[in-house]
């Protein structure tokens, strides 16, 4: 069977953007907000692959298509948000990817330049991550978060003025602090799925530190065998445990350094190479400043 080809489509622009949709010259060259309900209904013949220079927001409902993430298919319900950033790359499938109805808003990075925004939407963790890492709202989160892309749709509809570029990046922080708020409030109202996520993150962790030999692994081998993004991976396991993905690593691979000291005859240099250090002294290092004694220390105090 022919593999099926996969287009490329780099998007560059506001401008290219529009071309691409079929809609007129946007208003500002910088920044659009659309209502899918006003899209030109879209047909995608071949999977394509979508790389923008543009930061885009999406609240999608009632969407007939799915978006690939990995090798998972994702559907976007009611009430359902992803955040991309710039270069970050999606895949459509084949077929109307047009939602029903729900806000797109695109921005190029340059209509932040000179404000305090510019830094501080590269610290919203939510877009590092993936499409299935989506926000889901609730009836309330929704309509504040549809309040806010009413008001940026107002401001941009009146005449351009000195003050128009403030007050439309006024309410894009604004929404960015509210999407902030109930990213971080999901992980705890849905806390159960957290917690399974846990569980099979501690499994891996354990079939991983099992091993004669290991090689020291790092956050995205756990991330792309659970299928997610490793800064969602990240955020879940903090606000359920107080550690980072990397945080828990670390204590395992101590938990097992000990393990070895204190049960095997192995220098600290097979031990190291054991762990999958390069070089001893790199072990070494690292294990006076987790547990404030060297190696050799260690293992003596338990003779």
Known sequence: MKRQSIQTI????????????????????????????????IEVENPTKIISDLYQITLKKDCPCKTLYGQT?????????????????????????VPQSGWLLSIHPDFFR??????K???FGFFQYAVNEALILSEEEQMAI??????????????????????IISNIDLLLTYCNRYYHRQFIVRKHHSSELLVRFENLLEEYFSQQEINLPKVTDFAS???ISSKYLS???KQLTGLTVKQHIHEKLIEKAKEILTGTELSVAEIAYRLGFDYPQSFSKFFMTKTKLSPLKFRHSFN
């Open 121 to 123: 939407i590269k610290n």
């Open 235 to 237: 955020d879940c396991l």
């Open 10 to 41: 780099p998007v560059y622009s506001i401008t290219q953007q529009h071309q691409l949709l079929g809609l007129e010259k946007p208003k500002h060259p910088l920044f659009h907000l659309f209502r899918f309900e006003n899209f030109p209904k």
């Open 146 to 167: 549809e309040l806010i892309f009413g008001q940026i749709e107002k401001e941009a509809n009146l005449p351009i003025d000195r003050f128009s570029q403030d007050v």
């Open 225 to 227: 065998n659970l299928n």
């Open 73 to 97: 298919a994702y559907d976007f319900d009611e009430g359902v948000m992803s955040f991309f950033s710039p270069k970050q790359v999606s895949v459509l499938e084949a077929g109307n990817f």
């Open 114 to 119: 000179g404000y305090s925004i510019a830094q």
